[in-house]
């Protein structure tokens, strides 16, 4: 599935080169504006990859009026550009689609990036036809992504001329991370995550509408989700987290007369699943989940949260989150065999992490109106 | 230059660049880098570092401490590079 369409300027986005056509600017290409707006709306971000000045891609975003989630002008080599792109996006390069005229920069890209999907122009016009370009999932959040992206853009750029910690640039952006638990709504956007991130998950593969609505209806799993917004922009629905209560033996005992046969198995809450959108990195958006789910865990009797996490090259922000609440791997600090989550554990006796001070916990969503959306 | 001292001077610069937080150019060994008390890391800025690590020693952090205990303190970190890192 490609995520992101890195685009050259001259002879490509562009019907000229913008350096070289005097006081008349070049136009866009119609065709090739037509098939990126196209794409933007199935949730697919733009990204700029151009041997021009900066001014060029200010050019282009105005008269394309397309927004671009990254923009990379220069004389480098455009491997590097795109190496760039795809590490400030934080997605893989095999999600990753480069369009170039110029045959020996395309030849360069390929070389210095195999994963990434190399076309020309002429190729570009037709993807939107192609599998890798139809996300099988779409949601609110997925066709306003590249909205969501151009403002990811302008908050760096203030972030990085704030100058304070990260804690007082969030205060600053007006950042507040809503928790509350999951309603069906929520379930297509749920499993939309489920699919597409890498960095932030803890299971091997996605989880299906229909397992999550099991979940979300067997009274003995909690499913929170949490929502992101700040004055740069609402990113909506951007993680969620499964945890198992372990009461299933609850309803059964009650219904068969034995209430007491769950007393021993209320020790621990699991944790199967924790997702979030690669977007919300550094935002204390794992911070706020995580904080959330200790204080219902240790409100519901609970003395221990445990996080099942399978280990990959590509999760490490999500294990730095974990060990930041406090969860340590219960195994020996080795892998465990192949595919095989390790168990990330804490005790939720004494001081539990706290929430962070522009998050909040809310019984149920529609009692807070600002920032939800459907 | 892999020295405990030549790693935690490394270590101090990195922080205070990666943060933006100038005062952590002077952090005492005994600084968290996790949580909001000490250097705050979080998955963004810990991710960074480990890389930085990664690039300046060599030694792959996220790699060889499943729970990353090793991030409990500035000086329990330079103490696992120091032990790491190729000779």
């Known amino acids: 599935m490609i995520k992101c369409v890195v685009w050259d300027i001259d002879n490509t986005l562009l019907t000229g080169t913008y350096l070289e056509s005097g006081e008349q600017l070049p136009a866009p290409d ?47 080599r455009k491997s590097e550009a795109v190496r760039r792109i795809i590490d400030d996006l934080a997605i893989g390069a095999d999600t990753v689609a480069f369009v170039d005229d110029d045959l020996m920069e395309r030849a360069e890209v390929a070389a210095g990036l195999p994963e990434v999907l190399v076309l020309s122009p002429e190729d570009a016009a037709e993807a939107p036809q192609w599998p890798e370009f139809r996300p099988a999932v779409l949601t609110d959040e997925g066709r306003r992504r590249g909205q969501l992206y151009a403002q990811r853009r302008l908050r760096q750029e203030e972030a990085r001329a704030f100058g304070g910690s990260r804690d007082n640039f969030l205060r600053y952006a007006g950042t507040r991370v809503q928790i509350s638990p999951a309603t069906a709504a929520d379930l297509p956007r749920l499993h939309e995550l489920s699919v597409r991130t890498h960095q932030f998950t803890t299971a091997a593969g996605p989880a299906s509408e229909a397992d999550l609505a099991g979940w979300l209806d067997s009274g003995r799993y909690r499913l929170l989700t949490a929502r992101l917004s700040d004055r740069f922009g609402d990113d909506g629905l951007v993680g969620g987290v499964l945890a198992d209560t372990g009461e299933s033996a609850v309803r059964a005992g009650v219904e068969a007369g034995e209430a007491g046969a769950a007393a021993g198995e209320a020790g621990s809450w699991t944790v199967p699943l924790l997702v979030m959108s690669c977007r919300a990195m550094g935002r204390g958006v794992l911070d706020a989940l995580l904080a959330a789910l200790c204080q219902q865990a240790a409100a519901a009797g609970a003395t221990e949260l445990r996080v099942l996490c399978r280990v990959t090259e590509r999760n490490v922000p999500l294990r730095l989150a974990l ?27 004494g001081a ?21 959306r459907s | 230059m892999t020295g405990a001292d030549a ?25 968290a880098l996790l949580g909001p008390d000490g250097a705050g890391l979080d998955s963004l800025t810990g991710t960074l570092l480990l890389t930085e690590v990664q690039h300046r020693f060599g030694v792959d952090v996220a790699a060889e401490d499943l729970s990353l205990d090793s991030l409990a303190s500035l000086g329990t970190l330079a103490g696992f590079i120091a032990a790491h890192a190729p000779r």
């Open chain 1, 352 to 372: 539990l992490p706290a929430l962070p001070d522009w998050a909040e916990l809310t019984a149920a969503r529609g009692a807070a109106t600002s920032g939800g």
């Open chain 2, 7 to 31: 790693i935690l001077a490394a270590l101090r610069d990195m922080l205070a660049g990666i943060t933006g937080r100038a005062e952590l150019a002077a952090a005492p060994p005994d600084t």
């Open chain 1, 323 to 349: 060990a930041a609440a406090g969860l340590r791997a219960s195994q020996a600090s080795q892998a465990p065999p192949v595919g095989e989550p390790v168990v990330f554990a804490r005790s939720l006796s």
């Open chain 1, 30 to 76: 119609a065709g090739l504006v037509e098939v990126a707006r196209e794409l933007d709306q199935r949730g697919i971000v733009h990204a700029l990859a151009s041997k021009n000045p900066p001014e060029a891609a200010d050019y282009v975003a105005r008269v394309t009026q397309l927004p671009f989630a990254a923009a990379e002008c220069g004389w480098g």
